[in-house]
């Protein structure tokens, strides 16, 4: 007797933003460098990867990116990393203002706290307009030769917003302020244009969109600011030089950029108005997509139930989705209400029906939570018996403001 296995369909990873699926080609090549760093040591590891920095990575980086011929690439272990290190050797003092967005993401904005209260500059941050987006007309009216630095994500880590880091250069340019752009959650899967944006420092991390390994990221660095900076402090001799990645890592960083230079040429089906569609159809699901411009990312939240509750029954339906918390992005979720909320992101594998078995499963999980349809018995004579009244479900609490204290 013939017995047919049933044919299980793969999961469906909506994480690209976070760690999303590394390509086997790229797990290969970590895997072998690190078995041959085991076998023959760390030396024999570092000699085998040089050639392929030297000639490889920063040209493809460059490529990805384009950089202009005075900019330099260099290999980090992660875009906060780098952005961390830069500021510890930024030149500001008690006159200067800094500007950061309600964007913002906990690890640049840790970095940007420490340098204020190092400092004691002056830390602004840029507001929104009526839809969500970075105000640009205040931007233009108050920059002025006291702002030392802007630093804006092109893409944040907890929605999809994109915001318009082209037209804040342009905006900057004629002026002192040093401009600092974080595309990790953005290169891989929106075109990053370093010339065109104008940045002085621009940072991102290797895996996310590009999937490339953790623990490798990039950045670029304009001569502007290379001058600008102090020499960093002496390093402690048994110690490795900070933000250097695993040879081993930036040999799989370099198998990703291949394969998304081969990705990247061949036509692709933009699916993020259908991602949307499906969570919005949903009863009871509120989108966390501020602005205007959104792409490949999408957060939302259920009225009724938790985030882990959400991702997990979507787990068991074949879903993989990532939980986001409210200090991932301290100046603006907390200010919403929004304690935890999902994330799904695209990835270059995401098809049409991926996003169409999430509306199925998200819709199976919610429509499964919903109370039965209570049916009342009727009294002799077919009059229905009267009902208690049940009382109404209490709207949300009012959602305060966050003031950042200076």
């Known amino acids: 007797m013939n017995v047919q296995t ?13 760690a999303g699926h590394t390509p086997a080609a790229v797990r290969t090549v970590v895997a072998e460098l690190l078995r041959r760093e085991d076998e023959y ?26 950089v202009p011929a005075t900019g330099v690439t260099s290999l980090v272990t992660g875009g906060a990393d780098a952005f961390r290190e830069t500021l510890d050797r930024l030149p500001v003092g008690p006159g200067d203002r ?61 929605c999809g917003i994109v915001n318009p880091v082209e037209e804040i250069g342009r905006i900057l ?21 370093a010339a065109r944006i104008g940045a002085d420092l621009l940072t991102g991390d290797g895996w996310r969109f ?17 001058s600008a900076l102090t020499e960093p402090g002496p390093a402690r001799y048994d110690q490795d030089v900070p933000g250097t990645p695993h040879s081993a890592y930036v040999a799989g960083l370099n198998t990703a950029l291949l394969l998304h230079g081969k990705e990247a040429s061949a036509p692709r089906e933009d699916l993020y108005p259908q991602l949307r569609d499906a969570v919005d159809r949903v009863a009871g699901t509120e989108l966390i997509a501020p602005g205007r411009v959104q792409a490949g990312a999408l957060a939302f939240r259920h009225e009724e139930l938790t985030a ?3 991702r997990r029954e979507l787990r068991a339906h074949g879903i993989v989705l990532r939980k986001t918390v ?54 002799v004579g077919g009059s229905p018996i009267p009902a208690t009244a049940v009382p109404s479900r209490t709207s949300r609490g009012s959602r305060g403001h966050l003031t950042l204290l200076r």
Do not use: K
Request: charge should be negative; glycine fraction near 6%; include cysteine.
């Open 6 to 18: 049933p044919q299980v369909e793969r999961t469906v990873r909506l994480d690209a933003a976070t």
């Open 41 to 66: 040591g760390t030396h024999e590891l570092e000699e085998c990867v040089e050639d392929i920095v030297d000639n490889e990575v920063h040209e493809r980086l460059g490529t990805l990116l384009s």
């Open 98 to 158: 800094v500007w950061t967005t309600p964007y913002e993401d906990v690890a640049r904005l840790t970095a940007l706290f420490a340098l204020r209260d190092r400092t004691r500059c002056r830390l602004d941050v840029v507001p929104l307009d009526a839809h969500g987006d970075l105000d640009l007309e205040w931007m233009a009216a108050q920059i002025d030769e006291d702002v030392a630095l802007v630093s804006v994500a092109q893409v944040p880590a907890g």
């Open 173 to 193: 340019a004629p002026h002192r302020a040093l401009y600092a752009v974080d595309v990790s959650y953005a290169v891989g899967h929106l075109p990053v244009n």
């Open 210 to 226: 590009l999937g490339g390994p953790a623990g490798v990221g990039f950045a670029c660095t304009t001569p502007r600011l290379r």
């Open 308 to 310: 882990s509750q959400l």
């Open 326 to 379: 409210a200090q991932e992005m301290p100046l603006h979720l907390p200010g919403r209400g929004i304690t935890t909320a999902l994330h799904a992101s695209l990835g270059h594998d995401t098809t049409a029906r991926d996003i169409v078995r999430f509306a199925e499963a998200l819709d199976a999980v919610v429509s499964a939570h919903r109370p039965a349809e209570v049916v009342l018995p009727r009294a």
